[in-house]
Each structure stands twice: as C-alpha cells, then as structure tokens.
C-alpha cells in the first residue's frame, strides 16, 4: 500500500486560476524508488515531497513554482527540469531547461522562477523534474542521487 503511493505522480489539467483568466497546472512528486533508473540511496529523509506549479503570467510567460515538504533545514536542493532525450541512449538531456535552488527549513521549502517561455510552450514540453540530494555532489547521471523524478508532461 505505501509502495503503491510512492511511487505515484499526479497532475491536474489546466484550468483557468482566480477567474483572471490565467491558467495554472499542477504537479505531484514523491521520493526516487527506481522507476525510471536507480532508487534514490542516501540518508535523506524518504517522506520528501515536491509539488510543482506552473502558472501563466500577463503577456503569456509562466511562472515556475516548487514547494518541497520534509526538507532538512538550510540545506540547498538543485531543482533542474530536464528536457527529455527522444534518441533512447539517455532519459534526458544535460543541461537542464530550468534550474533553481529550494533552501529547506525543516517543513515546506518553496523555490520560484520567473522564464521568458510562452506558458503554451511549457505545456508541450516534455521532459524530467529531478531533486538533487543537497548531501550528495551533484550529479546528473547517476540516479541513486536523485531524491525525486518523475515525469513533466509525458503520457504514463
């Protein structure tokens, strides 16, 4: 049963925010347990969580928010959103698209981006959110480092 809600993301549709017009899509993350490479293997804390919120801004930008629960007070999370590798050879590409840093404070932690992309534009990207273990050197291959993956608007 827990096993089984780990291992879950989930999103809601668009849909349209404080009737201003503006849309807003929302994600759900739990830890790395392995689906997409290796399972998450540090000393973190296994009930961390992100949320990821992605909202239109006037003239049709977006605005990235990420919220991580049960972080460890004032260590630095990478956040990078990686845009898939549609060749095969590697699950996505290097650099990231986006990238910011979530400082914790032992609850909820929240990271904001402002990015010149169209909000559209986002929503037919696909690609990866990984949160990098803030006790681990960074990594963007090896997976075991990895607190969260999962995947940005690509069908299950």
């Avoid at 925010?17 to 929302?26: E, F, M, N, W, Y």
Wanted: some cysteine.
């Amino acid at each position: 049963m827990v096993v089984t809600l780990i291992c879950t993301y989930s999103f809601s549709a668009c849909k349209r925010d404080d009737g201003a017009g503006l849309a807003v899509k929302t994600y759900e993350y739990m830890i790395n347990l392995g689906r997409y490479g290796a399972a998450y293997a540090g000393s973190h804390p296994m009930t961390i969580a992100a949320q990821v919120r992605v909202a239109e801004q006037d003239g049709g930008t977006a605005k990235i928010q990420v919220l991580l629960t049960n972080t460890t007070n004032a260590a630095s999370y990478v956040v990078g959103f990686y845009t898939a590798n549609s060749s095969g050879s590697v699950l996505f590409d290097t650099p990231p698209k986006y990238q910011l840093q979530v400082i914790g404070n032992g609850s909820t932690a929240t990271g904001v981006i402002i990015v010149d992309d169209q909000f559209a534009d986002i929503m037919s990207w696909q690609g990866y959110l990984v949160v990098h273990d803030p006790g681990q050197p960074l990594s963007f291959t090896n997976f075991a480092t990895f607190l969260i993956i999962g995947k940005v608007n690509i069908p299950e």
